[in-house]
């Protein structure tokens, strides 16, 4: 006779949370080697300030999973909320919201080159705003869920 499975645990929902969190982060990291090394993409300096707060996620976020740890969230919280601050700035750059003189990108690459739009309308600062959304509200899910 089988029992039935039984339900998961807190402990269980706040890992997979955890574990998602991290899943993004990794997922964006990759994507984000991926269009610079293969698809040969020269990052601008905003995109370097995005990566300085999502590479180390991927590290910090895994780090927090095996075995569980609480209190990983408040290290990875600051720098997903810093890195969407900045994809959020990227994105009215690249909407022409901000005008140039406030630009940080007047030397180099440009911070408004589209390289991509998949699907019309896929660029890759919306991409990098959608991963730091993502990884941000899980983090806070799981921090509301800890205290």
């Avoid at 039984?6 to 994507?31: E, Y």
């Avoid at 991926?34 to 300096?45: D, K, N, R, T, Y």
């Avoid at 589209?114 to 983090?139: N, Q, R």
Wanted: overall charge positive; glycine content about 4%.
């Amino acid at each position: 006779m089988t029992s039935a499975p039984s339900p998961p645990t807190t402990h269980d929902r706040d890992w997979a949370l955890l574990f998602m969190s991290w899943l993004v982060a990794t997922v964006s990291t990759l994507g984000s080697l991926f269009f610079s090394h293969v698809m040969g993409f020269a990052p601008c300096v905003l995109c370097w300030y995005q990566r300085i707060c999502l590479f180390p996620l991927v590290l910090i976020l895994a780090a927090g999973l095996f075995p569980f740890d609480r209190r990983v969230v408040r290290y990875a919280l600051p720098l997903a909320i810093v890195g969407w601050l900045i994809a959020a700035y990227h994105n009215l750059i690249a909407a022409g919201v901000i005008p140039e003189a406030l630009q940080p990108c007047s030397q180099g690459v440009s911070c408004s080159e589209e390289y991509i739009a998949l699907f019309g309308f896929l660029t890759i600062p919306i991409l990098s705003l959608l991963a730091f959304s993502l990884i941000t509200a899980l983090l806070t899910v799981l921090w509301r869920r800890l205290r």
